[in-house]
């Protein structure tokens, strides 16, 4: 029931956010060619943001009508730290980047020749978030937060790398999401109310998204991947941990020369709920 809570309050959060807040994303300083070349308001996946901090304070409020500490409270802290940071870098990402140096290998090639690129300040400031978050997480031990962190932050980047076409970030995060959150339910419910937050405003966004109303950016697309992966830490051990951190490694090494976007055109399933309730061309 905690969790259907913290989803329909990030739900109801992200929907009047962006109901509220559009006229401001389609100004020009906002504005970006989509694969369709329609013009779609670009970062408007900070709004994940807007929606964790104003359900995290009606959950706080709540906290102080009960007479004991609530239990998932540090959780939900440590998850809005990480969303918050992860959508202020992306942003920047979203609102700064030019020129050709794209994808993790293009932000390094750019850091060797002496210039830090937006989109290196996002990798470099979330993967220091990614540390801070991993430290929190309760298993002590330098390895253990280096590979806690690694989850963190390669989910976060593999969130990104899923953003080419509408909605498509937003349902992948819906089904690593939907194991997850049912797995926190019989083993330790309490650590993902943050988590199930963010799932609902993901929600809330993605009838928008996909009518091309907006873009998530990088502040939306690494906000999921980043909260997915932090959910992940706070619910499994460190064997998992080491598990997807190779798995998310490889998935984000493929990256630079597999194109995701063909991969899910091939495959008829993938292919039919990639486009299920967008536009036709």
């Known amino acids: 029931m905690r969790l259907l809570l913290a989803a329909l309050l990030g739900l109801a959060g992200a929907i009047a ?14 504005l970006r060619r989509n694969y369709r070349d329609v013009d779609v308001p670009v970062g408007a996946g900070v709004l994940l943001a807007v929606a964790a901090i104003a359900a995290e304070a009606l959950l706080s409020l709540a906290d102080t009508l009960q007479r004991h ?14 969303v918050v940071a992860f959508a202020l870098l992306g942003l920047i990402d979203d ?9 993790f290998a293009g932000h390094l090639r750019a850091l060797a020749k002496g210039r830090l690129t937006t989109g290196g300040i996002k990798l470099l ?13 309760g ?12 989850v963190i ?5 593999l969130g990104n790398l899923f953003d080419r076409a509408p909605g498509r970030t937003i349902k992948v995060g819906l089904v690593a999401a939907i194991p997850l959150l049912a797995l926190a339910s019989v083993t ?7 988590v ?10 993605l009838g928008f998204d996909l009518g091309e109303q907006l873009m998530l950016g990088d502040a939306g697309s690494n906000v999921i991947g980043a909260a997915l992966g932090l959910g992940f830490v706070l619910t499994t051990g460190f064997v998992a941990w080491v598990i997807a951190a190779i798995v998310l490694a490889l998935l984000n090494a493929a990256s630079e020369r597999v194109s995701f976007s063909r991969v899910i055109d091939r495959v008829a399933p993938l292919r039919a709920l990639d486009r299920l309730g967008r536009r036709r061309s």
């Open 17 to 30: 956010a962006w109901k509220a807040a559009a006229p401001n994303f389609r100004q020009p300083t906002f």
């Open 125 to 137: 400031g979330g993967g220091l978030v990614a540390v801070v978050a991993a430290a929190s997480a």
């Open 153 to 157: 932050a390669l989910a976060a980047n």
């Open 188 to 194: 330790d419910r309490h650590a993902l109310s943050g």
């Open 139 to 150: 298993q002590p031990g330098l390895g253990r937060v280096l590979v806690g962190a690694a």
């Open 196 to 205: 199930a937050v963010i799932v609902g405003a993901a929600v809330g966004l």
């Open 95 to 103: 609102l700064g980047a030019h020129g050709d140096d794209r994808g």
């Open 69 to 82: 500490p609530s239990v998932d409270r540090p959780a939900r802290l440590m998850t809005l730290l990480v």
